[in-house]
């Protein structure tokens, strides 16, 4: 079955670091992926999203490129801040044929100023 | 505008019981999902609604647990004879379905921790 693969955290970074989170996934179609992030003390959040191969998506600085050949969906940022600091997750969603969403285990980032 | 609200935010229950959670979406979204999170893990679907109709449903999902969708707005999902295993975060959300192709962006609410002792 589908299945996303984060790598484990947590990632610890200094204010102004460059961030990579790796993320590939297994699907037997042509995926939509995603980029979700839990705050502390908060709900999932969207981050960013894209629905087919080679499109980037970005959103607060943060970007991640949807790789077919190396069935990959990286997250990265350039300038982390401390504010940054929450749990990444994942996702994939095998869209139009069904709308769930699979997810990875998730990677805390923490950020030190 | 109010986002994903979910009801009770904490339950704690003895085993055997049975709990029931609720989720009211955003007022104008027409589909609702269902996802449970363990400690350490990313959350795992276990159904999903358009309106009222209940569209899929997890195979991990076992038959003590049921979701209803009535009358297209708010959901509630029930367990039945709860176990340790039942421990989790229940998360709920919803999307707007326009009838373009999904994916829709799914709005996630905070979550009723479940703890059965």
């Known amino acids: 079955g589908d299945s996303v693969t984060q790598m484990e955290g947590p990632v610890t970074l200094s204010e102004e670091a460059f961030l990579t989170i790796n993320c590939t996934y297994t699907?037997?179609?042509?995926?939509?992926l995603f980029w979700y992030v839990q705050y502390p003390g908060e709900g999932l959040q969207l981050l960013l999203k894209?629905?087919?191969?080679?499109d980037k998506g970005s959103n607060k600085g943060f970007e991640a490129t949807y790789r077919k050949e190396t069935t990959s969906f990286h997250l990265e940022k350039g300038s982390v801040q401390v504010s940054d600091s929450a749990v990444y997750f994942c996702?994939?969603?095998?869209?139009?044929?069904?709308?769930?969403?699979?997810f990875g285990t998730g990677t805390r980032l923490q950020v030190f100023p | 505008d109010t986002g994903v609200s979910q009801d009770p935010r904490h339950k704690i229950t003895k085993r055997g019981q049975n709990v029931t959670f609720r989720c009211d979406p955003i007022?104008?979204?027409?589909?609702l999902y269902w996802y449970r999170q363990t400690l350490g893990q990313g959350p795992e679907f276990l159904t999903y609604?358009?309106?009222?109709?209940?569209?899929?449903k997890s195979r991990l999902l076992s038959d003590r647990f049921s979701a209803e969708r009535p009358k297209g707005s708010f959901s509630t999902l029930e367990i039945q004879r709860t176990e340790q295993g039942d421990s989790a975060m229940y998360l709920c959300?919803?999307?707007?379905?326009?009838?373009?192709?999904?994916?829709?962006?799914?709005?996630f609410g905070p979550g009723t921790r479940l703890t059965v002792t």
């Open positions: 894209a629905t087919k191969a080679d």
């Open positions: 699907a037997t179609g042509y995926p939509s």
């Open positions: 609604f358009q309106n009222e109709a209940q569209l899929e």
């Open positions: 996702a994939l969603s095998e869209a139009p044929n069904t709308d769930k969403l699979i």
């Open positions: 007022s104008e979204h027409n589909r």
């Open positions: 959300a919803s999307s707007l379905d326009r009838g373009l192709a999904a994916p829709y962006e799914q709005y």
